[in-house]
């Protein structure tokens, strides 16, 4: 993948590059399930929302402000890095009057037990 990115920035008048899945604007749904740490107790608790797979520079490509904490970098695309960025709607339901950054949240994606994401 890396060498498509540079082969794609080496191109006249690109600005700037990055890859998503599914692609943004194209209508398609791809839920998850997410839940804070009381979901752990009461699976009813999990919702659903839609999720995208970015990789580093997505979000400056797509030149989405960021509110609050980081975007992913290189260094976070290894193994064993469970890292999401959300938005203010779920950052809001998840964390009532609080900042999310930092916080925990559990994703069900094809596993029957959830996964602590960051």
């Given at each position: 993948m890396?060498?498509?990115q540079e082969r794609l920035r080496a191109i006249t008048g690109v600005q700037?590059?990055?890859?998503?899945f599914p692609f943004p604007l194209a209508g398609d749904f791809s839920p998850i399930r997410w839940g804070t740490e009381e979901a752990l107790s009461d699976p009813g608790?999990?919702?659903?929302?839609?999720?995208q797979i970015v990789l580093p520079g997505y979000f400056e490509s797509m030149r989405?402000?960021?509110i609050a904490g980081r975007t992913f970098t290189d260094?976070?695309?290894v193994p064993g890095?469970?890292?999401?960025?959300i938005d203010q709607q779920l950052a809001d339901k998840a964390f009532p009057h609080q900042s999310a950054v930092g916080k925990r949240i559990l994703i069900r994606i094809?596993?029957?037990?959830?996964n602590g994401s960051k």
């Open positions: 890396h060498q498509i700037s590059v990055a890859a998503a608790k999990f919702q659903a929302v839609d999720f989405t402000p960021l260094a976070d695309n890095r469970n890292l999401v960025v094809k596993t029957p037990n959830p």
